[in-house]
Each structure stands twice: as structure tokens, then as C-alpha cells.
């Protein structure tokens, strides 16, 4: 299975950016689906997680900012995130888990700057 991040760019404080994340494969198989980021000097942290059942979990700094979500027919998974702010900077990478795997795709850049 490969997944396909993009959607990042540059965007000034306050902006929107909509991420995706494409899978190769079915995404139904996913017991859970996620989006982490990892800024310059940090660790990656989850920003926000989706459930095959449609829950959803975010990390404190960005609720109500950020909308994690799935479209099993397309087999994307989507972050979007408004309101951003500087300390929103990071590489964001989404991942698939299933019982036996977690996959990984390629990150990709978001820089919130005026």
C-alpha cells in the first residue's frame, strides 16, 4: 500500500489549506487513519486521528481549527485546517493502520508565515 500526501504550501496566518492523502489500495482495510506533523527541532506528534467508524480524536491545539475526514470511495483521507498559525509549520504525514501494519506516507511541507 502507498499513500500520497499533498496539498502543502505556504499560507499566511489566519489562512486555510486542505491536505490529502491518496492510497493506492482500498482504505477500508484501515482500522484507523491519521495525520501527524513534525516541526523543525521536534518530535512528530498525531495532530488528528479518524476510526473506520467515523470517530474522531485531535490534538488539543488544534481543535476546532483542524477537520480530519475520509471518503472511502475516492480512498482519501483528508485534513482540513483553518485558522492556521505560525507554530501549525511542520512536515504533515498521514498514515494507515490495520491489525498487523502501520503505513506511511511521504509528508508533505505546510509553512505558515506572513
Known sequence: VQLQASGGGLVQPGG????????SRSIVSFNAMGWYRQAPGKQRELVAIIMSGGSTNYTNSVKGRFTISRDNAKNTLYLQMNILKPEDTAVYYCKGSNSLLDYWG?????TVSS
Do not use: D, E, M, Q
Open 16 to 23: 486555510s489549506l486542505r491536505l490529502s492523502c491518496a492510497s
Open 106 to 110: 511521504k509528508g508533505t511541507l505546510v
